[in-house]
C-alpha cells in the first residue's frame, strides 16, 4: 500500500476523478449483483469487463465485501482490470467495521480505526468517497439525545485519518436512524465538514415513510445517489423509480446515478447462478434505460 505521503501527492488526481464523471453518468452499484456473486457466479476482478462488455457502464461503486483480499498485489490487478475496461472506481462501501454510534466510546474508536484499511483500499482505486454505516445507540433512537453526538465525533476520526488522501467521508441513509432524515441532516451539520455528506438512497426509508418528501430533505447535502424503487407492472406508488429520479432532477443533482437495484423474488425462492445473473444482468439494463429516459443526456 502506498504511504499516506503519496497519498497527499494523489489527492488533485481524485478530485479531478470525481469532476471528469460528467453532468449525469450512469454508475453500478456491485450490490446490484450481490446474489449471484455469493452464489460463486463471479469475481471482483471480473466486474469491470461484465460493466464494460454487458451494460456500457463506466464507473463502479465497490463494496468492501466483495474484495477477496485487500491487498497492494490484489488493488494493482483490480485497477488495471478497471484502466482495461474503462471503468472508473467511484465509491467503496464499507460494512461490517463496527458500530460508529455506539454507546462505548471504545467500540467506536475501533470502528473509526477498522474503517482505516477502506480509506487507505479507496484512495488507492482512485475512489472519490468511502461510504460507511451510522448504526448504534438505543433500540429507540428518537429517545437517544447522544447519537448525532456520538457519531459526529467518530466520523471526525474518520476524517481526520483521511484528510491526506482527499477522500470524501459519506453516510448512506440505510435502515433505523440512518434513514431518519432529520438525524442525517444533523449529522451533517454536526461534523461540520466540506468533506462529509451523504450517499443519498432513493428508496432506503423505514416503513410508512415518504421517500419522496425524504428524499428531498437530504439531497442538499448529497455526495453521491443510490437509484432505486420499482417499476413495470410491479411499480409501487410509494416506492416509484421514475419518480424518485424525478426528485433529485427537479432538485438539480448532476454527478454519478449509481444503478442499486436487485431482482425481487420470493423469500426462500431457490434460482440457479447462471439465471441468477440473466436476471440481475436484465434488471441493471432495464434501470439504466429508464435514467437515460428520464435524465436528459445521462450515459
Known amino acids: 500500500m502506498t504511504t499516506r505521503r503519496q497519498f497527499v501527492a494523489g489527492s488533485a488526481a481524485l478530485s479531478a476523478a470525481f469532476a471528469q464523471g460528467g453532468k449525469h453518468t450512469i454508475s453500478l452499484a456491485a450490490w446490484s449483483m450481490s446474489g449471484s456473486f455469493f452464489q460463486g457466479g463471479w469475481k471482483l476482478l471480473e466486474l469491470p469487463g461484465i460493466l464494460n462488455k454487458k451494460h456500457g457502464i463506466t464507473a463502479l461503486e465497490h463494496v468492501n465485501q466483495f474484495f477477496e483480499t485487500p491487498t497492494y498485489g490484489y488493488i494493482q490487478k483490480l485497477n488495471r482490470a478497471c484502466a482495461d475496461n474503462n471503468v472508473k472506481q467511484t465509491i467503496l462501501m464499507v460494512d461490517g467495521e463496527g ?19 477502506w480509506i487507505d483500499v479507496a484512495a488507492e482505486l482512485g475512489c472519490h468517497s468511502v461510504r460507511c454505516n451510522f448504526y448504534g445507540g438505543l433500540e429507540k433512537w428518537a429517545e437517544d439525545k ?18 491526506p488522501t482527499g477522500l470524501n467521508i459519506i453516510v448512506e441513509n440505510h435502515g433505523r436512524a440512518s434513514s431518519d432524515p432529520d438525524i442525517l441532516v444533523a449529522l451533517v451539520k454536526a461534523v461540520n465538514n466540506p468533506k462529509f455528506g451523504l450517499l443519498v438512497d432513493l428508496g432506503n426509508w423505514n416503513p410508512g415513510a415518504d ?6 430533505k437530504i439531497l442538499p447535502y448529497h455526495k453521491g445517489l443510490s437509484v432505486k424503487g420499482t417499476y413495470g407492472p410491479e411499480t409501487d406508488p410509494s416506492f416509484d423509480l421514475v419518480k424518485l429520479v424525478k426528485v433529485a432532477l427537479d432538485f438539480g443533482y448532476t454527478g454519478y446515478w449509481g444503478i442499486e437495484v436487485t431482482p425481487r423474488r420470493q ?13 440481475e444482468e436484465k434488471i441493471i439494463n432495464e434501470v439504466k434505460a429508464l435514467i437515460q429516459q428520464t435524465v436528459p443526456g445521462a450515459v
Open 99 to 117: 458500530s460508529t454510534a455506539d454507546l462505548n466510546i471504545a467500540e467506536r474508536k475501533k470502528a473509526a480505526i477498522f474503517h482505516r484499511k
Open 267 to 279: 423469500r426462500g425462492q431457490k434460482i440457479s447462478t447462471p439465471d441468477l445473473l440473466a436476471m
Open 211 to 216: 421517500r419522496y418528501a425524504n428524499s428531498k
Open 146 to 163: 447522544d447519537l448525532v453526538k456520538r457519531g459526529a465525533e467518530t466520523f471526525s476520526w474518520m476524517l481526520e485519518y483521511a484528510k
